[in-house]
T-cell receptor, first 114, second 117 residues
């Protein structure tokens, strides 16, 4: 199993550009999430999904779109990049059964918006 | 909304010694889950230990243990026999009891642990 994969690992954008951060998991997990990590602020939830076709907003959703057409993929779209979106982005997946439901994280994408 | 507070931005411990990282949280739920994640310089998030609120017994994983005080809403992490490889950022995280909340962790701001010789 590759687990949770994210592409790209690094990206530099200019203000106003759009792009998609890719996330895929091969563990057949029902739940997937996107977080951003900023210095001194921990990880904050952007969007999450509890199954294919179902998404919802987290704590900081503005400027981001998501869709979930398959169980495996959960792309995050930046519609018009802003310097405030400079951050490290983590995708995570979680199995739906059992207790605890550990979240498995991808390696992260470091995004810089100039 | 639930909040998680880690009041120690940085901690330092000597190799082979014991260190305790603090975490407090706020919730109105009676059942929930708490986690400690480790983030080394590689940036990968690694689960260290987890605790379910209705379980009285403190969780233990090898050199890592927690002191879970439900009434005080406190969830501290104790690392015994510290090793150089323990140097990392440590995050405390909370999730609620409903199944859908498994995709919605609330994180603290982290504690950077330095391990010295």
């Amino acid at each position: 199993n590759a687990g949770v994969t994210q592409t790209p690992k690094f990206q530099v954008l200019k203000t106003g550009q759009s792009m998609t951060l890719q996330c895929a998991q091969d563990m057949n997990h029902e739940y997937m999430s996107w977080y951003r990590q900023d210095p001194g602020m921990g990880l904050r939830l952007i969007h999450y999904s509890v199954g294919a076709g179902i998404t919802d907003q987290g704590e900081v959703p503005n400027g981001y779109n998501v869709s979930r057409s398959t169980t495996e993929d959960f792309p995050l779209r930046l519609l018009s990049a802003a310097p405030s979106q400079t951050s490290v982005y983590f995708c995570a997946s979680t199995p739906s059964g059992g207790s605890y439901n550990e979240q498995f994280f991808g390696p992260g994408t470091r995004l810089t918006v100039l | 909304a639930q909040t998680v507070t880690q009041s120690q931005p940085e901690m330092s411990v000597q190799e082979a010694e014991t260190v305790t990282l603090s975490c407090t949280y706020d919730t109105s739920e009676s059942d929930y889950y708490l986690f400690w994640y480790k983030q080394p310089p590689s940036r990968q998030m690694i689960l260290v230990i987890r605790q379910e609120a209705y379980k009285q017994q403190n969780a233990t994983e090898n050199r890592f243990s927690v002191n879970f005080q439900k009434a005080a809403k406190s969830f501290s992490l104790k690392i015994s026999d510290s090793q150089l490889g323990d140097a990392a950022m440590y995050f405390c995280a909370y999730r609620g009891p409903e199944a859908g909340t498994a995709s919605k962790l609330t994180f603290g701001t982290g504690t950077r642990l330095q391990v010295t010789l």
